[in-house]
Every structure is written in structure tokens, then in C-alpha cells.
């Protein structure tokens, strides 16, 4: 069975400070790897697909890439508006969609 | 707003009621997912479908749930004689299928407190 696997379950940051999350998966036959971005009481926001090894997308002071085993989320710079939980997933094989979620990491980041 | 709605956002109710969700998906999405969240875990699949066909259930959805998608657009899913394990975060998402992996966009979700 799929199993995603995020660290650390919490992090917290001073303004400023860079850091990375960790998502390492065990899936057969990966399909691609999402990133979600959730606040507290509010439905996960997407942020990226990964499709293949060695591929990196950017948004703002997020980075995502990815290996053949894992995936990290580096944060530059991080504000206190990018405290909240950050959600990896992947997606079976077999051509239905379902998406297995790790239990995400929660940052928080102080001014 | 073209996002997700899910309605109602919040529900109370006691043990052994029956209870009733609904999601509007993106317009142009022929996708739709339900999912389950418990506080500190991550989404949980509960089922999925395409248009109005449902093409996969997952093990957690027992027989006192179940989902429907009339005329492929918005969904409801029914929660029958709940229980104190069923209080949870019901979260739904769509997507657009395409030649490549699709990615799903959520609702806000509806919280459900089972009392």
C-alpha cells in the first residue's frame, strides 16, 4: 500500500529563517506529487505537481522538488503569513485518482 | 467565486441521526472526490467520481455512507445513523481531466460534530 511520510510533524521558525520540509513516499510506480498548502479550519490550497525526478517548481519563497524517494518543500525567507500546515500527496497507479495524503508538517514562523 | 463550495460549513448532530452534505465542484470539472480529515492527519479518501459515475470507494466508507452525483454535476454525501467516530472534517474536490495528472482543488469543508 501507498505510504507518504512527512517531517518533521512541526517547525517552527524565526522570520527569515530558510528550512526545508521532507516528504519521502513508498509507492508503486510513482505518478507524480502534489503539495498543499492548509489553514487551520479550511480546505488544503494546491501549490505544485512534480511529475518526474529531478524537477523543481517555485513559487514565491517556496521551492519543490523531487528525488525517486522523496520530495522537499524549501521555504526562503518565510513570513509569518506562510505559517500553516504543508500537506504532501501522491497519487495510486491505476488511473482512478485516488490520492494518498501524508499527515503534513505544521511551520509556524515568528515575527 | 468559481472555486469549490461545500454546504453547510458547520453541522451538529446527535448520535444516530442522519445527516446529508453537498459539494458544487469547479463548473468545468468532471472529477469529483470526497475525503475525510481528523485533526493532526492528512485528507483520507472516501470515494470518487467521474461525471455521474462512481468508480471507487474506499474501505473507510461503510454502509452507513453513501454518495451520489446526479447529472454529473454537484454531489451530496449521506451519512446514516452517525456515530461519535464519524465527527470529522468532510472536505470535497474536483478536477479536470486531462491527458496528464490532474490536480484536485478543494472546498472549505464541512465540519461535522457528533454529539
Known amino acids: 500500500e501507498d505510504q507518504v511520510t512527512q517531517s518533521p510533524e512541526a517547525l517552527r521558525l524565526q522570520e527569515g529563517e530558510s528550512s526545508s520540509l521532507n516528504c519521502s513516499y513508498t509507492?508503486?510506480?510513482?505518478?507524480?506529487l502534489f503539495w498543499y498548502r492548509q489553514d487551520p479550519g479550511k480546505g488544503p490550497e494546491f501549490l505544485f505537481t512534480l511529475y518526474s525526478a529531478g524537477e523543481e517548481k517555485e513559487k514565491e519563497r517556496l521551492k519543490a522538488t523531487l528525488t525517486k524517494k522523496e520530495s522537499f518543500l524549501h521555504i526562503t525567507a518565510p513570513k509569518p503569513e506562510d505559517s500553516a500546515t504543508y500537506l504532501c500527496a501522491v497519487p495510486s497507479p491505476g488511473g482512478y485518482q485516488k490520492v494518498t495524503f501524508g499527515t503534513g508538517t505544521k511551520l509556524q514562523v515568528i515575527p | 467565486d468559481t472555486g469549490v463550495s461545500q454546504d453547510p460549513r458547520h453541522k451538529i448532530t446527535k448520535r444516530g441521526q442522519n445527516v446529508t452534505f453537498r459539494c458544487d465542484p469547479i463548473?468545468?470539472?468532471?472529477?469529483l472526490y470526497w475525503y475525510r480529515q481528523t485533526l493532526g492527519q492528512g485528507p483520507e479518501f472516501l470515494t470518487y467520481f467521474q461525471n455521474e459515475a462512481q468508480l471507487e470507494k474506499s474501505r473507510l466508507l461503510s454502509d452507513r455512507f453513501s454518495a451520489e452525483r446526479p447529472k454529473g454535476s454537484f454531489s451530496t454525501l449521506e451519512i446514516q445513523r452517525t456515530e461519535q467516530g464519524d465527527s470529522a472534517m468532510y472536505l470535497c474536490a474536483s478536477s479536470l481531466h486531462r491527458a496528464s495528472y490532474n490536480e484536485q482543488f478543494f472546498g472549505p469543508g464541512t465540519r461535522l460534530t457528533v454529539l
Open positions: 509507492v508503486s510506480g510513482l505518478r507524480g
Open positions: 463548473s468545468e470539472h468532471n472529477r
